[in-house]
C-alpha cells in the first residue's frame, strides 16, 4: 500500500528540495568582486531595494562567492550624462542609467515620455513592449547590457499656489529634472527651469520657481511638503531607470554566474515596481497629511484630483507636442520604432515629416 505522507514532512522535503538546489547553484558559482553605481542616494529605490540587494542578498545567495561594492551615482561623482559613456569604456562595470539625464540620447526616454502613461498598469504595458528596442540600442551603439528596467514612484506636479488642473500652470516657472520634462512645461505655456534634485526645495523656498514636478515620495523626503501646498495626483512621469552592464565585463563571466545575476536580479526589478507603485500613493497620502500615511512625516498639502479634462489634455499633448518633439529630436530610427511598438497600443502614431 502506498505510504501517506503528512502535510508538515511533504512541506519539509520540499523546503529540503529547495534547498539543495540552491546549494547547488551557488557551489558551482565562480568567486566574483562587483562593483555597482547605483541609482539616487536617498530614495526608497536605493536605500530600499538596490543597496541591501548587492550587499546581503547577493552574497548570501551565492554562499559568499559573490560580493559586490555599491554606490549611488550621486555621490560617485558622476555625472547622469556621463553614465553610459563610462559604462561603454569600462570604467563602470555595472551603473543605473536614468534616461531622462541622457539628453543626446532620446531612443532611451520613450519608456517615460510625459504623461504617456497616467498609471502603473499603463506604464508596465509601454516598458514591456519597448524594452527589446533599448535593449538592442544599448548593445549597439554603448556595447552594455540591459539587466533590469526599474521604475521610481511617479513624479507629479507641486506648486505653492492653488490650481485646480494642468491648464492652469500657465505662466509658472516649474521646476524639470530632464528635457522631456521642459518640453511638456513649455506645452503648457510655463517656463521650464531644470534643477537639480538637491537644490529643489531651496529652489522653491528662494521663490526661484513656483512648482516642482518630482516624486510623490522622494518629494517628502526632501521637505518638499514644507514649502509648497498643492499636489496634483496626475503622474507627469515615473522617473524610469536603467541597470546595465558593460558588455565585455558581463560576457566575461561564467555563464553560470550570468544566469544566477539575471534571476537575482530579475526579482529586484519586481520589488522595486512594487515598491514604486506602494510609494507613490504613500507619498500623495503622507504629502496631504492622511491617516493611511506609514511615516510620521506628514504635511498639509491639498491634493488636487485628476479630472476627465486632465487627462484628455494629456492625451492631446502626447499627440501635439511630446511626441512630435520627441521624433523631431530622434529621428527615424525613433519614429519606426514606436510604430511598431508603443504607438498601436495607445493608438497615437509617430509623426512624419
Same mark, same amino acid.
Given at each position: 500500500?502506498?505510504?501517506?505522507?503528512?502535510?508538515?514532512?511533504?512541506?519539509?522535503?520540499? =523546503?529540503?528540495?529547495?534547498? /539543495?538546489?540552491?546549494?547547488? *547553484?551557488?557551489?558551482?558559482? %565562480? +568567486?566574483? $568582486?562587483?562593483?555597482?553605481?547605483?541609482?539616487?542616494?536617498?530614495?526608497?529605490?536605493?536605500?530600499?531595494?538596490?543597496?541591501?540587494?548587492?550587499?546581503?542578498?547577493?552574497?548570501?545567495?551565492?554562499?559568499?562567492?559573490?560580493?559586490?561594492?555599491?554606490?549611488?551615482?550621486?555621490?560617485?561623482?558622476?555625472?547622469?550624462?556621463?553614465?553610459?559613456?563610462l559604462?561603454s569604456?569600462?570604467?563602470?562595470?555595472?551603473?543605473?542609467?536614468?534616461?531622462?539625464?541622457?539628453?543626446q540620447?532620446?531612443?532611451?526616454?520613450?519608456?517615460?515620455?510625459?504623461?504617456?502613461?497616467?498609471?502603473?498598469?499603463?506604464?508596465?504595458?509601454?516598458?514591456?513592449?519597448?524594452?527589446?528596442v533599448?535593449?538592442?540600442?544599448?548593445?549597439?551603439?554603448?556595447?552594455?547590457? =540591459?539587466?533590469?528596467?526599474? /521604475?521610481?514612484?511617479?513624479? *507629479?506636479?507641486?506648486?505653492? %499656489? +492653488?490650481? $485646480?488642473?494642468?491648464?492652469?500652470?500657465?505662466?509658472?516657472?516649474?521646476?524639470?529634472?530632464?528635457?522631456?520634462?521642459?518640453?511638456?512645461?513649455?506645452?503648457?505655456?510655463?517656463?521650464?527651469?531644470?534643477?537639480?534634485?538637491?537644490?529643489?526645495?531651496?529652489?522653491?523656498?528662494?521663490?526661484?520657481?513656483?512648482?516642482?514636478?518630482?516624486?510623490?515620495?522622494?518629494?517628502?523626503?526632501?521637505?518638499?511638503?514644507?514649502?509648497?501646498?498643492?499636489?496634483?495626483?496626475?503622474?507627469?512621469?515615473?522617473?524610469?531607470?536603467?541597470?546595465?552592464?558593460?558588455?565585455?565585463?558581463?560576457?566575461?563571466?561564467?555563464?553560470?554566474?550570468?544566469?544566477?545575476?539575471?534571476?537575482?536580479?530579475?526579482?529586484?526589478?519586481?520589488?522595486?515596481?512594487?515598491?514604486a507603485?506602494?510609494?507613490?500613493?504613500?507619498?500623495?497620502?503622507?504629502?496631504?497629511?492622511?491617516?493611511?500615511?506609514p511615516?510620521?512625516?506628514?504635511?498639509?498639502?491639498?491634493?488636487?484630483?485628476?479630472?476627465?479634462?486632465?487627462?484628455?489634455l494629456?492625451?492631446?499633448l502626447?499627440?501635439?507636442?511630446?511626441?512630435?518633439?520627441?521624433?523631431?529630436?530622434?529621428?527615424?530610427?525613433?519614429?519606426?520604432?514606436?510604430?511598431?511598438?508603443?504607438?498601436?497600443?495607445?493608438?497615437?502614431?509617430?509623426?512624419?515629416?
Amino acid at each position: 500500500m502506498p505510504q501517506v505522507l503528512g502535510r508538515s514532512t511533504l512541506m519539509f522535503m520540499v =523546503l529540503a528540495a529547495l534547498f /539543495a538546489a540552491q546549494t547547488v *547553484v551557488a557551489g558551482e558559482l %565562480q +568567486e566574483a $568582486r562587483l562593483r555597482i553605481v547605483g541609482g539616487l542616494a536617498g530614495v526608497g529605490q536605493y536605500t530600499r531595494f538596490e543597496e541591501p540587494f548587492w550587499t546581503h542578498h547577493v552574497p548570501e545567495q551565492s554562499g559568499g562567492r559573490i560580493v559586490a561594492e555599491i554606490a549611488p551615482f550621486d555621490k560617485s561623482g558622476i555625472r547622469g550624462d556621463e553614465m553610459l559613456r563610462l559604462l561603454s569604456l569600462g570604467v563602470v562595470q555595472f551603473g543605473t542609467v536614468l534616461p531622462s539625464l541622457s539628453i543626446q540620447d532620446p531612443e532611451l526616454s520613450a519608456f517615460d515620455l510625459p504623461l504617456l502613461s497616467p498609471d502603473f498598469k499603463s506604464l508596465r504595458r509601454v516598458v514591456d513592449v519597448y524594452r527589446p528596442v533599448v535593449k538592442r540600442f544599448l548593445r549597439d551603439n554603448y556595447d552594455t547590457e =540591459l539587466l533590469g528596467v526599474y /521604475a521610481y514612484p511617479a513624479q *507629479v506636479i507641486y506648486c505653492r %499656489q +492653488e490650481f $485646480r488642473g494642468l491648464a492652469d500652470l500657465a505662466g509658472r516657472r516649474i521646476r524639470t529634472s530632464g528635457v522631456a520634462q521642459s518640453e511638456l512645461v513649455e506645452a503648457l505655456k510655463a517656463i521650464p527651469v531644470v534643477t537639480p534634485f538637491a537644490e529643489m526645495v531651496n529652489a522653491i523656498r528662494h521663490d526661484v520657481v513656483d512648482c516642482a514636478i518630482t516624486g510623490t515620495m522622494s518629494g517628502n523626503a526632501i521637505g518638499l511638503h514644507l514649502v509648497t501646498n498643492y499636489i496634483h495626483e496626475m503622474a507627469v512621469s515615473w522617473g524610469v531607470s536603467l541597470f546595465t552592464a558593460n558588455l565585455r565585463t558581463w560576457e566575461r563571466l561564467p555563464a553560470q554566474t550570468r544566469d544566477f545575476l539575471s534571476r537575482e536580479i530579475g526579482g529586484l526589478e519586481a520589488q522595486i515596481w512594487a515598491g514604486a507603485e506602494k510609494e507613490t500613493g504613500d507619498g500623495i497620502d503622507c504629502n496631504t497629511g492622511a491617516a493611511t500615511c506609514p511615516i510620521e512625516r506628514r504635511g498639509a498639502m491639498v491634493r488636487v484630483p485628476l479630472l476627465p479634462e486632465d487627462a484628455e489634455l494629456g492625451k492631446s499633448l502626447v499627440r501635439s507636442a511630446i511626441l512630435p518633439r520627441w521624433v523631431a529630436r530622434c529621428g527615424t530610427f525613433c519614429a519606426d520604432a514606436w510604430d511598431e511598438t508603443i504607438g498601436p497600443m495607445v493608438s497615437i502614431m509617430a509623426p512624419r515629416s
